[in-house]
Nanobody, 118 residues
Framework: VQLVESGGGLVQAGGSLRLSCVASGNTFSISAMGWYRQTPGKQRELVATITRGGNTNYVDSVKGRFTISTDNAKSTAYLQMNSLKPEDTAAYYC?????????????WGQGTQVTVSS
């Protein structure tokens, strides 16, 4: 499975951005998709996930502001980010979990920078 991300950029506080993550290859085995984010000197943080069945989960700091979704084919994920704050500034990496007998395999996108100015 290959992942291509897009949609990052520079936005003022209070603004919105939408990230996209397009998966290609054996997408039928995707069990979940989501995003992590990372800033220099900080631990990587799981931002949002969505399972193939549509269950979503968010880190507390983005609840009510970010929404994760997928297309009907379950091969593209979107992260709608509203009411952005300077503390949302980070490199965002999408990932997919590929179902396998045993622990799922994880694949990563190339990352996209989100910068929120105050």
């Amino acid at each position: 499975v290959q992942l291509v991300e897009s949609g990052g950029g520079l936005v003022q506080a209070g603004g919105s951005l939408r990230l996209s993550c397009v998966a290609s290859g054996n997408t039928f085995s995707i069990s979940a998709m989501g995003w992590y984010r990372q800033t220099p000197g900080k631990q990587r943080e799981l931002v949002a996930t969505i399972t193939r069945g549509g269950n979503t989960n968010y880190v507390d700091s983005v609840k009510g502001r970010f929404t994760i979704s997928t297309d009907n084919a379950k091969s593209t994920a979107y992260l709608q980010m509203n009411s952005l704050k300077p503390e949302d500034t980070a490199a965002y990496y999408c990932f997919i979990d590929e179902w396998r007998p045993g622990p799922p395999a994880k694949y990563w996108g190339q990352g996209t920078q989100v910068t929120v100015s105050s």
